[in-house]
């Protein structure tokens, strides 16, 4: 049986027309299907992940425009916010080093060419500020908030509940479950 992978109600399958190979689902009132903006329909009230995982985040996934981002799973955004906040504070140290170098030079030619390297390097902190703030408000308009810490305990508890939602099938029971012993007098 095919199922709307939001609510579970059957839903059958456009044989012609402009939306074939799709499914209507009027409770929902969407389509579904290869080509939809709301995804695929599912199977048996089957749970189907809207957005899937990419796997293996680089910094390229990072650097992708906004439009691209979103597109991507809240897991591989934790990992992207991550990525990023490495860059970030590698840029911030560097910085902090050429400015501290060019404080402490005494001739002003050297003086010059630290700050121009703390300037340089400056820029590019400014540029991962940036990525970072961006990914942050993505996972606040996903999540509600943005973690203020990424570690490993935080994305396997992400890809727990992700697990467990997914395996959980929509099912609606009408009828009360008798008991399993038949002899039991209550």
């Known amino acids: 049986m095919i199922t709307c992978s939001y609510c579970a109600t059957e839903v059958e399958l456009i044989t012609g027309g402009s939306h074939q190979d799709h499914a209507y689902c009027a409770y929902c009132e969407v389509f579904l299907g290869p080509n939809s903006e709301h995804g695929m329909y ?92 961006m990914i942050e408000n993505l996972l606040i308009e996903r999540l509600g908030y943005f973690p203020e810490k990424i570690n490993d305990e935080l994305y396997i508890k992400f890809m727990r509940h992700n697990e467990r939602s997914m395996k959980k099938n929509m099912v609606i029971s009408k009828q009360k479950k008798e008991k399993q012993n038949s002899d039991y007098v209550g």
């Open 42 to 133: 599912a199977k048996d009230g089957e749970r189907i992940p809207h957005v899937k995982q990419k796997g293996l985040i680089t910094e390229d996934h990072v650097k992708l425009p906004l439009s691209k981002l979103k597109e991507l799973h809240t897991i591989d955004l934790l990992l992207c916010l991550s990525i990023a906040r490495k860059h970030r504070g590698d840029w911030y140290n560097q910085m902090r080093i050429f400015n501290r170098a060019s404080e402490q030079a005494r001739e002003q030619e050297e003086i010059t060419q630290w700050k121009s390297a703390a300037n340089e390097t400056g820029g590019d902190y400014e540029y991962w500020t940036r990525r970072c703030w």
